[in-house]
């Protein structure tokens, strides 16, 4: 079982940035594929960016291409969103995911095992 923790969440102005981090409670991290997803009110849990290392691919939502950016650090087990000229339409609570088998489609949430709890992100305009 991992288990993973979000943080860096939080309220901030158009325009602005921030950094979300995933820690996951496994050995075995790198071979994980790690995605974040985000969900608002009404709606279902959608997309945003993941990251297999096993093959060095990236992928990103047409929504977030160019503003963020995914990156992890096996070294301490913990994956990473960089967001930068947020708007207030990035605003939902955002998840992070991590899938042990590494050949699903990134985009999809069935592709993934374990699921932090989320944190939440509010841009203001």
């Known amino acids: 079982q991992v288990q993973l923790v979000e943080s860096g969440g939080g309220l901030v102005q158009a325009g602005g940035s921030l950094r979300l981090s995933c820690a996951a409670s496994s050995r075995t991290f790198s071979s994980y594929t790690m995605a974040w ?5 009404g709606k279902e849990r959608e997309f945003v960016a993941a990251f297999r290392w096993s093959v060095g691919a990236i992928s990103y939502a047409d929504s977030v291409k160019g ?6 650090d096996n070294a301490k087990n913990t994956a990473y969103l960089q967001m930068t000229t947020l708007k ?5 609570v955002y998840y ?3 899938d042990a088998r590494g050949y699903g489609n990134m985009s ?3 592709t993934y095992d374990y699921w932090g709890q989320g944190t939440q992100v509010t841009v203001s305009s």
């Open 37 to 41: 997803f985000r969900q608002v009110p």
């Open 67 to 72: 503003r963020f950016a995914i990156s992890r």
């Open 88 to 92: 207030p339409e990035d605003t939902a």
């Open 96 to 98: 992070c995911a991590a």
């Open 108 to 110: 999809l949430r069935r």
